[in-house]
């Protein structure tokens, strides 16, 4: 819980950086504690408006801490999709570099349309849809969810 208080005070751009905080909170940790602790609190780093990266939560489908679920992942999208180029059932997303992956999850979180899977690199995702309509649909819900 600290971890979570921690990333919520200050952006912590480095594990080292989360390190020596949580030495200064009194706590304990090793690096291979803190990665764990990254991947089990669904930690991600992203790109902030000051263009430099920093740990934020994903949060689950069912987590009830904190925003809503469905809310945090509106945060990220909004802070890290660039555009869209949709090509049949598939849709390519631009995003900040670094970005794609939280992006890619929050997407996945989500679980709008019809999507069947995505695919997540540096700062493009591809998502896959089970029709063109569907890639239509998907779009118009992320004009009114994220204004792109």
């Keep these: 819980m600290k971890i979570i208080e921690l990333i919520n005070e200050c952006p912590i751009r480095t ?3 989360l390190i020596s905080l949580l030495k200064s909170a009194g706590v304990k940790a090793t690096q291979a504690t803190v990665s764990r602790d990254i991947k089990d609190l669904l930690l ?3 790109m902030g408006p000051d263009g430099k990266f920093k740990y934020v939560r994903l949060l689950s489908e069912n987590s009830s ?4 679920a469905d ?3 509106i945060k990220i999208l909004k802070e890290t999709v660039l555009n869209f180029c949709p090509v049949d059932n598939l849709l390519v997303v631009k995003c900040t570099v670094g970005g794609a992956s939280a992006a890619c999850r929050a997407f996945d979180c989500l679980k709008e349309g019809n999507m069947l899977g995505s695919i997540a690199g540096d700062d493009t995702i591809l998502l896959i849809f089970n029709s063109n309509s569907e890639v239509c649909k998907f779009l118009v819900l992320m004009q ?5």
């Design 44 to 46: 991600a780093k992203v």
């Design 71 to 73: 809310e945090k992942q």
């Design 144 to 148: 009114e969810l994220i204004g792109i």
């Design 65 to 68: 801490e904190g925003l809503l």
């Design 15 to 17: 594990q080292e950086h």
